[in-house]
Each structure stands twice: as C-alpha cells, then as structure tokens.
C-alpha cells in the first residue's frame, strides 16, 4: 500500500540514487570515513577495545545535551545558553555536595538549576516573543557571569565516592556508566520525539507555527518546555562532568556549545526547525568525540586540534546543509 | 466518520451584527444551511465577508445575533471552541505542516495514541488517512509520503479531507482555491463536491463566479456589510450576482 503505488516504470539508477535521503546519510557515511581513516593512520592504538570504549565515554555530555539541543532545533528556535548552564549546574551540583553530603540532593539541585535557565529562556521567548537567539545570547553571558562571581573563580572539589561512581567512574555489567547514561538519553530522547504527541508537536512547531496554533496546539507550552529540557540536559551534562572529573570549574561546558551543534546538524536536524533526527545526533555526538580522539592520538597540538576540528565541523556541516533549497 | 447525519441544522446564524466600535462591519446577517449543502459567500473586497468567516471560526464574537450549530446554541470564545463544536476551517494558505507525512497533518493538534502508555499509533494514523482520502478520491502516492512531495491540488485535498474528518457540524472554506492552478482547483471542486455527497455542510467564500455556479446550491451576497440577498444559483444569473455584488441594480 505504501510503495508500490509511488512509480509505475521501473525506476532507473539515477532515480534510484537521487532518492537516497544524502542529507541523512551525511552523518553515518562520514562516520565511516573518519573511522576508517583514523582504524588506517592510527590503527595500532585506535582499535583498542579501550579506546573504542573511551570515545564513547568522552561523548557522554556531549550526547547528553545534544538530545535536548535537537528538540531546541526542532522547533526552530536555538539554546546558546547550554555551555554555560553545564558549568553553572556542575558548579550547584558540587556546592550542594559539599554542604549536604547527599548525592541525589545534590544531582536534583543541579538539575533544577538547568530546568530554571531554561524556564527562563523559555518565558523571554514566549511571553515576551523575542527570538530564541538574542534571548539565549544573553543568557549564555549572564550565566557564565554567575558561575564566576558565586565561586569566586575557584573550582569546587567532587570527593562522594557514591555521586563518583553513579556519575562517573562507575561501571554496569561491564559496561562504564557513562555509557548507560548515554543510552537511557537517548532512549528517551528518541521515545519523545517519535512516539509521543509531544514529539509530534514539537515538530510541528517547528515546521509551521501557525498550523500548529490554528490546529489547536498550545504552541507556547510547547516552547516553554522545549527550552526548559534543554536546559536540564545541559544541567546532567554538568553533572556527568562533576562525576567524571571530580570536580567542577566555572570553565566546564565553555567549548561544548559547537560540539554540540555540530553533532545535531551533521546529524540531519535542520535549523529551520521541522525536521530531526535523534539517531543522527547520536551518531553526530560519537563524531565529533572520535575526530577529537584521533587528533589527540595522531599528536596534533591543541591548537592544531582546533584548526582541524574546526575545518572538519565545516566541512560536514555545508555537506549537510547543501542543497536543502532543491528539496 | 464524524459527518453530519443528523436532520438538524448544522449552521444557522440569526441577525449577526459585528461592530468595531462605531464602524459597522456587519450589518445583520442571516443563513442557515442544510446538511449536504453548499453555500456560497461573495462579494466585494472588504464587503465584510473575512469577518464572517471569522465569527463563524471563533476569532471574533458577535456584537449581536445568535449562531447554532447542530441545532444548539454556540458562543464561541476562542477558535478551539468552534473546533470542539465541530465547524472546521480550510484556509486558502494551506495550514498544514509540509515536512511532516500526509497522515500527521490530518491529525495534527489530535494524534491518535494507543495504550496506556499513550504512544502515538502511526499505523493507525496512515490507515484511516489513506481511507479518507480513497473515500474522497484525492489521489496522493501514499498516506506516508511527505506532504511537501505532494502538489498543491494535493495538499488542498489535504486540508479538505482534514476539516470533512473533524467537522460535525460546518465545514468552513475561506477561498480554498485562490492559491491553485486550473487543473488543481478542478481537483479541489471535485472533492468539494464530494463532501457535499457525504452530507456535510459547506460555507464556501470565493471570488470566483465561475467555480459558485460550478459548486454551490445557494449563494450569498455582501455588500459593505449588507447582506444584499441569497439566491438559488439553479435560479440566478451571472450577471444579477454582479449586480448584486457591485449595487448598480438589485
């Protein structure tokens, strides 16, 4: 019933290559390239189970908030502010450590200071309709500004041995739990957007907020809760941070706003809002922590790092973007 | 399906007068329309007939008069309150969500959702999509496919057959062909048509003469807020509907 309507002749191979979604595909065929690239040049140490298991790891914040930054693009709309809300959070996470003693407190304070940054950004975006951009610009600046003044730019020690391992150095049935966090994520982040109505609202938003308002969906809620995951996203990214690091400084988060956009729209979520993919995320996330990996292991300085990151982010992102107007 | 099968009259207004403070946009309208027929609203740039539709829709409320849907009172607050009552709206500039599939914007804003978890059933979604639209005979590739893939014609049927599923009681078409090409908006009559088998009441603006005498059973004419006459169109002219809409004889 669903293809075999579409095409009376038989379609030749042009056609045939013409309908394969490259924009999609992107991300997963660059994947495999840089992989096989780096398994050639770097093939000794690269390949390692260890270090297989370690670009995963490494990726774990970055997924984390890329799954909140896909809904944020799904809807048209951008979170600037998530860098800075992950040292923010890491840092409340950290005090609050400190003073009670109590892992979950201390997890649940951070993530209520992500939910607040985000709230934020959501009430300046819809109450008083402003564009997400100029909001989260702001936002990015005044939060980072908090995190310095309230720790006095001192970072603040992670010693639970409990919130460690839970957040960081803990493994499950063999498997690091930054690993498990990764996946649990990204299960639900993929469960929201493909088979809840929210989801489905959220990419209707996105793609046109009038028929999403005239079909009688609460636009504005939408945003609101939108921005406020985004932030609480951001918020266990910082959290996973205190975890692995054992320790949480104002300068956490501080390059991750790139990675984490990069990975989204190499992923195929379009910045116009509308379209998304959370598997590309994913996929996009473990990219980025893979070139990082590889340029570390070929022994490229970390200026020459950022240069080569830098040309490679571009380099994916105008493939993925090109030819979106022919659509 | 939710088409109106009862004998009560989907849409009766009773001297509705709209004011905006001391400019009359309305002056006192009246009409009631059966189920399975088609009426339609015309008249002149600015005569009044996108604040009907509007009343009708729920933007904006009465200044007087009374409006009835399926025989009950409505007051209408807010659009959401004339969709919980059954009148649907057909824009002409396609409220649809084109990056979505044909069958998430037939239930855009109304997803079906199936167990307790209440996770969105897509097969479901796409099997009653695709039995619309056969019923409607809006020829689409798949109820699968990405709407911005369809034609414009298509994405008109689109909407058409999403206001007919939803509609109980008024399916309301704010110039549903101003957008299209010849050969689409004969398709788009056609699925007017259509609709009006299945018994559903239709209130149709349009600037096209034409396509009135092709689809509508009746039509109605506004004059700078007047309600100048309503017609049969088995029993009218061209020419008088002219007349009528421009006031140089009546």
Known sequence: MTDTAVRHEAPTILDTVRRVPWRAAVVYIGFALVFAFFAITQGEYFLTATNLTNIVVQAAPITVMAMGAVLVLAIGAIDLSIGSTVALAALATAVALESTGSWWIAALVGLAVGALVGAMNGFFITALRLPSFLVTLASMGLIAGLARQLTDLQSVPVLDSTFTWLFGSGTLLGLPILIWWTAVVVLVGWHVLRQRKFGAHVLAVGNNERAARVSGI?????????????????????????????????????????????????????????????????????????????????????????????????????????????? | MST???????????????????????????????????????????????????????????????IWINGDRAEFSDPSDARARGVEVVYQDLALADLQPVYMNLFLGRELTRGPLRILDRSRMARETQQLVDDLDIRIPSAKAQLSDLSGGQRQGIAIARATHWASGLVLMDEPTAALGVAETAKVEETILKLKERGAAVLIVSHNMEQVFRVADRVTVLRRGTQVGTRSVAETTHNELVAMITGLAS
């Open chain 1, 218 to 327: 609460k636009v504005n809620r939408v945003k609101m809760a939108v921005f406020t995951v985004s932030g609480m996203t951001a918020a266990l990214a910082g959290i996973l941070y205190d975890g692995r690091l054992g320790g949480a400084r104002y300068t956490l988060g501080e390059a991750d706003l790139m990675t984490v956009l990069a990975a989204v729209i190499v992923g195929g979520t379009a910045l116009t809002g509308g379209k998304a993919s959370i598997a590309g995320a994913l996929v996009g996330s473990l990219l980025m922590s893979m070139i990082n990996n590889g340029l570390i292991l070929a022994g490229l300085s970390v200026s020459q790092q950022m240069i080569v990151r830098g040309a490679i982010i571009l380099l994916a992102v105008s493939l993925s973007l090109r030819g979106k107007k022919s659509q």
């Open chain 2, 4 to 66: 109106a099968t009862s004998t009560r009259t989907p849409l009766k207004l009773d001297g509705i007068v709209k004011r905006f403070g001391a400019v009359t946009a309305i002056q006192r309208f009246d009409l009631e329309i059966a189920p399975g027929e088609i009426v339609a609203l015309v008249g002149d740039n600015g005569a009044g007939k996108s604040t009907l539709v509007k009343i009708i829709s729920g933007l904006y409320q009465p200044t007087e008069g009374e």
